[in-house]
């Protein structure tokens, strides 16, 4: 019995066996084929079997000890290098990184149509530069927006709270105030009318939360815009990254002529730096600081014209051939459109407006709605808004009349509010 019982068992074992071999060798095969694969080799697969014992021995090197330029070959190239970072070491101490954190609400439907709201905690990062000796800071409007509480970091590392002084959110702009009994060091204004194309400049900023970061390029382009109201943007190729907004754009003097306010990019879900980024002119911003320093808000002009873009068929429509102009839609009561010298021969139906004179306001080449509501708003701007008047070109009836429109503060008239925000400038 027990000998039957062996004869049976010995074919059962020996395919086990086999089955094992089987396996061993190709899991051997294949963790040498990866090896080898990876460029180690069978020695790093089995340390110490090929190399006979032999125990490592420390090469000998020699490291050169000159470069293989001298400074005075490259004089030039040094006096900038030490240049660059004397701009650097005077721009960075003014440029400070904002945190902020709040408490958004958003409104839900339930599965019976009934309305829930859900509030959930927001945080943002941002940068901003000081402006004035009191601790007053310039960033970007979005860096703020909705957020109740505002922790600026300075170059030291010291981090104070800050409240919110004004906002400008057609412009993007907000000025905040340091709560702090310390000194700090102001950031001048440059005049960025003089920036010209090609120039270098700096843009120094918080991206990404990694605290000061300087990047240089040039001033790429003049007079961009990405929208209705963000318009005669300062483009560069300065590195600018989320984090970036509300930092300084410098030229080489340390003065600031730009606010760092936007990048193009392709990705809206995971946006990053293509080369492409834009700020907000000084000349706007200091305008809207020193309006929110005095008044608390930034006042706009409002003319009360609805506009709308030329279109071939109106114009044939009309037996207008001009190159340029803006059609009228209609003109709001009591506005600076409708009164005075302005309201010769204007009703609202459609009318041509072009403008070849040569003045600080207006551009001859380039009369649309968009640069109308651009220079009214301009316009309007300082303590005299509304008693300035400027000078278009109106055709109706196939003849050009010349009018004087005055823009008025948007207090003034009922429906500014809205008509600003709308079609309506």
Not at 118 to 124: E, F, H, I, L, S
Request: aromatic fraction near 6%; glycine fraction near 10%.
């Amino acid at each position: 019995m027990i000998h039957d019982v062996t004869q049976l068992m010995h074919p059962a074992f020996r395919r086990l066996l086999a089955l094992v071999a089987i396996f061993l060798t190709a899991f051997i095969a294949v963790a040498a084929l990866r090896t080898c694969h990876a460029g180690s080799g069978l020695r790093a697969w089995i340390p110490g079997f090929f190399t006979g014992g032999q125990q490592f021995r420390p090469e000998a090197f020699t490291l050169p000890d000159k470069p293989p330029l001298d400074l005075k070959d490259v004089e030039l190239l040094a006096r900038m290098n030490e240049e660059y970072a004397s701009l650097t070491r005077a721009v960075v101490p003014s440029v400070v990184s904002i945190n902020t954190a709040g408490v958004q609400t958003e409104r839900l439907l339930d599965i019976w149509g009934r309305a829930r709201e859900r509030r959930y905690p927001t945080q943002g990062q941002g940068s901003g530069v000081i402006v004035t000796k009191e601790g007053h800071v310039v960033t970007n409007h979005h860096v703020i927006a909705g957020q109740q509480q505002i922790l600026v970091t300075l170059h030291d590392g010291k981090s104070y709270p800050a409240r919110l002084i004004g906002e400008d959110m057609l412009l993007d702009v907000a000025v905040l105030k340091i709560d702090a009994d310390a000194s700090f060091t102001p950031l001048k204004f440059g005049d960025s009318s003089q920036a010209q194309v090609g120039q270098i400049v700096f843009a120094v900023g918080n991206p990404f939360g990694l605290g000061e970061t300087v990047t240089q390029g040039i001033i790429s382009a003049k007079e961009r815009s990405i929208s209705d109201n963000q318009r005669d943007l300062l483009q560069t190729d300065a590195a600018i990254n989320p984090g970036n907004s509300g930092g300084p754009l410098v030229n080489l003097r340390g003065e600031i002529i730009g606010i760092n306010v936007a990048i193009f990019s392709p990705d809206k879900q995971n946006p990053g730096f293509q080369g492409v980024g834009f700020s907000i002119p000084t000349n706007d911003v200091k305008d809207a600081l020193f309006q929110i320093l005095e008044r608390g808000r930034p006042v706009r002009g409002f003319l009360g014209v609805q506009m709308r873009d030329m279109e071939p068929a109106v114009r044939s429509a009309l037996g207008y051939d001009g190159a340029d102009g803006a059609a009228v839609l209609g003109i709001s009561p009591g506005t600076g459109a409708s009164c005075g010298p302005a309201a010769v021969g204007c009703h609202p139906r459609v009318e041509w407006r072009n403008d070849p004179f040569r003045d600080p306001i207006v551009h001859p080449c380039s009369e649309n709605p968009r640069r109308i509501h651009g220079d009214t708003r301009r316009l309007a701007q300082g303590p005299d808004a509304g008693a300035q008047g400027h000078h278009r070109r109106k055709w109706r009836d196939r003849s050009v009349r010349t009018v004087c429109q005055k823009p008025r503060r948007p207090s003034e008239h009922p429906r500014s509010r809205r008509s600003l925000a709308g079609a309506g400038y």
